[in-house]
């Protein structure tokens, strides 16, 4: 079955610090993986996706992702977190019926 | 310019009661979705929409009945509230090109719904 496991539940950095969101999924033919971002009583912001190609792929707000095939993982990476990326972050997976799977999500919180 | 909206914002509402939720995207996109997500903060798909024809219909209660007027809007109507539908309902649209059936979905700001 298709699934997608976010391991941390709720992560908290330093501003300035250096962020890693873990991913895992599951899906057995070619995945296409995306990771989105919730602000408190917000929607569903795209940070980044990946659909093919080069397996490292940026994002907005200095995001950017890893494909890793092997691992089945997708992480999130920031070299420095600003206090505004206090947010939960979702991983999402979908196929060609284009229903996307999210994960349970990541709570971060960002310390000054 | 919102590209994707709902109305309304909250809706605080009675068991047993029936209530809409309209969704209307102005990105030209065909395909549509409804997700709920639960007090877990758990997004899980509902339905899903493709130039007004159901594509997708999760295990979701009859009382829960999409309807799609035309292609740039999705509205969600729920008979017969129960408790267990307080939740955020999000809309989404994408854009499912040919040879390539999978696209990026945006999503609306959320219904938050709360039965009572």
């Known amino acids: 079955a298709q699934s997608v496991t976010q391991p941390d539940i709720h992560i908290t950095v330093s501003e300035g610090a250096s962020l890693e969101l873990r991913c895992n999924y599951s899906?057995?033919?070619?995945?296409?993986l995306f990771w989105y971002v919730q602000s408190p009583g917000q929607g569903l912001q795209l940070l980044l996706k990946?659909?093919?190609?080069?397996?490292l792929v940026q994002g907005i707000k200095g995001f950017e992702a890893e494909f890793k095939r092997s691992q089945s993982s997708f992480n999130l990476r920031k070299p420095s977190v600003h206090w505004s990326d206090a947010a939960e972050y979702f991983c999402?997976?979908?196929?060609?019926?284009?229903?996307?799977?999210f994960g349970t999500g990541t709570l971060l919180a960002v310390q000054p | 310019d919102t590209a994707v909206s709902q109305t309304p914002k909250y809706l605080v509402t009675q068991m047993g009661n029936d209530k809409s939720i309209k969704c209307e995207q102005n990105?030209?996109?065909?395909?549509m979705y409804w997700y709920k997500q639960d007090s877990k903060k758990f997004l899980k798909i509902m339905f899903s929409?493709?130039?007004?024809?159901?594509?997708i219909n999760e295990t979701v209660p009859n009382r829960f009945s999409p309807k799609s007027p035309d292609k740039a809007h999705l509205n969600l109507h729920i008979n017969s509230l129960e408790l267990g539908d307080s939740a955020v309902y999000f809309c989404?649209?994408?854009?499912?090109?040919?040879?390539?059936?999978?696209?990026?979905?945006?999503f609306g700001p959320g219904t938050r719904l709360t039965v009572l």
């Open positions: 989404a649209s994408s854009q499912v090109d040919r040879g390539r059936f999978v696209d990026t979905q945006y």
């Open positions: 899906y057995g033919a070619t995945p296409y």
């Open positions: 990946y659909f093919s190609g080069d397996t």
């Open positions: 999402a997976v979908s196929g060609a019926t284009n229903k996307l799977i």
């Open positions: 990105l030209g996109h065909d395909t």
């Open positions: 929409y493709n130039n007004k024809e159901l594509i």
